[in-house]
């Protein structure tokens, strides 16, 4: 069965560092522009990055340009999301989505979702 799963959350302190990864399994991931959101408790659910399946385009969030990078291994079937000096305000359960788009406007389809990660930025 076709699935993604998050996985490399956790609790980090700011000024740390970690990498959130997405691995796909059932299907490959080489055709799939790849979207990171991630949705804190009482708020809406926020782009965070993306990266197209050509690796050409990227998009990152002003919360977290210059500090974020998205990457992908094809062979690994996998997408990461390294996070550098996260802040407080970083924290939120990270979801991981699949879709023909690199863009984290809303309404677009998303052929595959998956659970989340949570991430904790605290002292």
């Known amino acids: 069965q076709a699935q993604l799963v998050e996985s490399g959350g956790g609790l980090v302190q700011p000024g740390g560092s970690l990498i959130l990864s997405c691995a796909a399994s059932g299907f490959t991931l080489d055709n799939y522009a790849i979207v990171w959101f991630r949705q804190a408790p009482g708020k809406e659910r926020e782009g965070v990055s993306c990266i197209s399946s050509s690796r050409r385009n990227t998009y990152y969030a002003d919360s977290v340009k210059g500090r974020d990078t998205i990457s992908r291994d094809n062979a690994k079937n996998t997408v990461y999301l390294q996070m550098n000096s996260p802040k407080p305000e970083d924290t939120a359960v990270y979801y991981c989505?699949?879709?023909?788009?690199?863009?984290?406007?809303?309404?677009?389809?998303?052929?595959?979702w998956g659970q989340g990660t949570q991430v904790t930025v605290s002292s």
């Open positions: 989505a699949a879709g023909s788009e690199c863009t984290v406007v809303r309404g677009i389809p998303r052929d595959y």
